[in-house]
Each structure stands twice: as structure tokens, then as C-alpha cells.
């Protein structure tokens, strides 16, 4: 899935399977100041860690998307070649 690097806390949200905690993190992400309380509220609850790895996933999914979609060679993280050479 490519992903839009401002949905990224979206996506995250919905990826908590507790509702309540999902709710809570969902209402933190609208408005002025919303990274910050997103942020904020990860760390009160213990998913800093869980949201820097989904983070780095997501980022390295968009990264991919695009080399592929501009036809871009690259290296993936086993050190094999991939995409367009020549």
C-alpha cells in the first residue's frame, strides 16, 4: 500500500485493536497541535515504540512505492538489487 506520509498516525490509530485506547488516539490526531498531543499521548501509554516501528515501516513503504513508480533502482535491506537496472 502506498501511504501518504500525514495519514501515517491514521493508519496507526486503527491499528490498535483496544477501542477505547483507539478512540482515544483517534481524537488526539484533528486540529492545531495534533502531533503533539498525538505524541504526547503514545508515550502516556506505553506505544512509543509500537509507533516508531510502524513509522519506519510506513516511511520505507512510501519510500519503495515511489522508486518503483519512477522506475528508480534501489537495494532492499537483504543487499539484493531491485527495480530497474541499466
Known amino acids: ?5 500525514h495519514l501515517i498516525p491514521h493508519y496507526f490509530c486503527y491499528s490498535i485493536a483496544d ?3 483507539r478512540s482515544l ?3 488526539k490526531i484533528h486540529g492545531a497541535g495534533a502531533f503533539r498531543r498525538f505524541k504526547d499521548a ?3 501509554f506505553g506505544l512509543a515504540e509500537d509507533w516508531y ?3 519506519d515501516r510506513a516511511l520505507k513503504e512510501i519510500a519503495i512505492g515511489w522508486l518503483e513508480t519512477n522506475h528508480v533502482a534501489y537495494t532492499d535491506d537483504t543487499g539484493q538489487p531491485r527495480g530497474e537496472r541499466g
Open 19 to 21: 477501542d477505547e485506547m
Open 25 to 27: 488516539l483517534l481524537d
Open 1 to 5: 500500500m502506498y501511504l501518504r506520509r
Open 42 to 44: 503514545i508515550h502516556q
Open 53 to 55: 516501528r510502524f513509522r
